[in-house]
């Protein structure tokens, strides 16, 4: 039986995994499987308030206990602002990086996504999005190949590792810890051996609205 043959007979029987087959897809295939993975798109996060445990060391750190209270909290309007208690952050890298965890980046109009070529992240076969055009510099998501769950991004001068997958009250799921590395190599995607900082979502509080006090 020829390789094309087995394949449409794998996909017709489903012996073939949706990982497996959502690699072999064009951009928006893997877009709408990534997302469905995560809940579907009317469950993304929109905007939220998050608690948080950042930690900048070389040193990685346990996951928090349940009585860990963090050290920050912010409100995101995903793909718009970024607060700090009641100050608006201009810090770009994060606006960036909370749009592309929210997965809303790849559904935003003006994206343009293109496929990377397969490529491996802790140890484990990953498929890629490149998303430019919405954004001032390119950003690079990767999702396990089987599970389709979002497992690193790579923007600028640092690859962000996740895991510790949760639900957040809207039904999506997403993964609250956190690690960056710098990149050591960027055209390589060489790593440094030690990471610089971490983060753990602590909690989510999906809002309807800004709070008034953030409102202009």
């Not at 949706?18 to 995560?38: K, M, N, T």
Request: proline share 7%.
């Amino acid at each position: 039986m020829k390789l094309i043959e087995m394949f449409l007979v794998m996909a017709l029987t489903g012996s073939l995994t949706p990982g497996l087959f959502a690699a072999e897809r064009d951009p928006q295939s893997l877009i709408d499987a990534v997302v469905q993975q995560a809940g579907g798109e009317e469950k993304l996060l929109n905007i939220f308030r998050f608690r948080e445990r950042v930690l900048i060391s070389t040193t990685p750190t346990p996951l928090p206990g349940p009585e860990e209270k963090g050290n920050r909290t912010s409100v995101v309007q995903v793909g718009g602002d970024w607060w700090l208690g009641t100050n608006k952050r201009n810090k770009d890298k994060v606006r960036v990086l909370l749009w592309a965890w929210s997965l809303r980046i790849l559904t935003e109009p003006k994206s343009k996504v293109e496929r990377l070529p397969d490529a491996e992240v802790t140890g484990k076969p990953a498929v890629g999005l490149r998303v430019t055009e919405s954004i001032k510099e390119p950003i690079d998501l990767y999702f396990d190949k089987e599970s389709l769950q979002l497992v690193a991004i790579d923007y600028t001068d640092t690859r962000h590792v996740f895991s510790e997958w949760k639900e957040a009250p809207t039904g999506f799921r997403y993964p609250a810890h956190v690690v960056g590395f710098r990149f050591a190599d960027r055209v390589k995607k060489t790593l440094q051996e030690k990471q610089w900082y971490q983060t753990d979502l602590l909690e989510i509080t999906p809002l309807t609205e800004l709070p008034p006090e953030l409102k202009n």
